[in-house]
């Protein structure tokens, strides 16, 4: 039986409780030369500063920056979704930034960035769920599964709250459940050389 590669084209990713360590073990692993532009949901107090950027902009080889309104997404830039607005991914590839109702108790919501990206970027799309304590990012998941892209879900085992995870381990056919400090390497392998199925 032949060997197929996928190669991707974005990746998303949602976080909740235990977000920060979480992201401190994945983010600074990648690679200098990772293309790959990362659009991250942490779960965060309404009224919460941009934090989040200025400490990964410290830690990690790649640009770091918080979503404006209408922002193209370039290659090898990671983005955080401000507090309290949920963040999108258009059709065209730009960012847009919403303060419509909450969704599972959550503005931003991991599943409206999810489906958002899903619809966007079809089968060239790759969602992981990190840490958390609720099912936020279930139906994201889902809906980029049912798109043909790749799903990794932290290890509950080494996660700070097991919940998240382990809803979208219950409820969605994920490809790989990986402990937390591999999934850094985990992502620059797929960058340097595709998924084989």
Known sequence: MAVSKQSYDAIVIGVSAGGLVALTEILPKFDKDMTLPVMIVQHQHHDSDDFLVRYFDHLCRHSVREVEDKMPVESGTIYF?????????????????????????????????????????????????????????????????????????????????????????????????????????????????????
């Open 81 to 197: 979704a401000p507090a309290n607005y949920h963040l999108l991914v258009e059709p065209d590839k730009t960012l847009s930034l919403s303060t419509e109702a909450r969704v599972n108790y959550s503005r931003p919501s991991i599943d409206v960035l999810f489906e958002s990206a899903a619809d966007a970027y079809t089968d060239r799309l790759v969602g992981i769920i990190l840490t958390g304590a609720n099912s936020d990012g279930t139906h994201g998941a889902a809906r980029i599964k049912k798109l043909g892209g790749l799903i990794i879900v932290q290890d509950p085992e080494t996660a700070e709250a097991q919940a998240m995870p382990m809803s979208v381990i219950k409820h969605v056919q994920v490809d790989h459940i990986l402990p937390l400090n591999t999934i850094g390497d985990f992502i620059n392998r797929l960058n340097q050389e595709g998924y084989s199925f």
